[in-house]
């Protein structure tokens, strides 16, 4: 059975992972008959944000504790997956992953990576294994690897950052995917677009299909 490591940046759009995107990506890496393992950073978030009112509050959480309530409690520190282990990663989107996985949401197209995020798909590429990346995760992946071909589907500002910090960007809409080749990188928009839940899920569908072609 292939076994797909899943980063998971919290639990919640604005300050942690995608939870559609999220539970989605699993139930497309189980539809296919792979496994899946969660990881999530071992660190604190970068802030608390309210989910009814979109306002900071004054606490401090735990990304892989957070991230936890979506793998039930099945998770690892993201400092121990091994590339050689997995036949691939994926990254599902949401505020977590521009601030917790990387700092775009503070700080554009300077932003830096986690270190443990930066080796883990720096490790994936080396290994020549396949990386997908949904929402905004795929700036993070470019700011990793460079030269990238990508899609966070049509949002000019983020897509021109992606071309500010050395990748090609492709636009798209629901459910479309985009594969580099050469990295076997494969993103899909899912919430950077007006979406619904059916279309993160084909999105999220498309991504893991592509990936299992790839093994």
């Known amino acids: ?49 309210n989910h009814i009112t979109g306002e900071e509050m004054p606490e401090i959480r735990n990304v892989m504790v957070e991230a936890a309530r979506i793998a039930r409690g099945n998770i690892k520190s993201l400092t121990e997956y091994n590339a050689a282990e997995y036949d691939a990663i994926v ?23 986690t270190p443990e995020a930066e080796k883990a798909i720096k490790d994936t590429v080396a290994a020549g294994k396949p990386i997908g990346a ?34 090609t960007h492709v636009k798209t809409t629901h459910g479309e995917i985009v594969v580099d080749e050469r990295y076997k990188v494969v993103t899909t928009p899912c919430y950077m677009l007006d ?18 072609k790839m093994l």
């Open 1 to 49: 059975m292939k076994k797909i490591a899943v980063v998971l940046a919290g639990n919640g759009v604005f300050d942690g992972a995608e939870i559609h995107e999220a539970t989605l990506t699993l139930l497309a890496i189980a539809k296919s008959g792979a496994a899946y393992q969660c990881f999530a950073p071992d660190i604190n978030q970068a802030h608390v944000v």
């Open 91 to 113: 990254f599902p989107g949401g505020f977590g992953a521009a601030k917790n996985l990387c700092t775009f949401a503070f700080d554009g197209t300077d932003l830096t990576v």
């Open 134 to 167: 949904l929402c905004i995760a795929p700036v993070l992946v470019t700011k990793v690897l460079g030269d990238v071909k990508v899609t966070i589907g049509e949002d000019e500002g983020t897509f021109k950052a992606i071309e500010q910090i050395g990748g």
């Open 195 to 212: 979406a619904s839940i059916v279309q993160i899920a084909e999105g999220a569908e498309n991504v893991v299909k592509q990936i299992m």
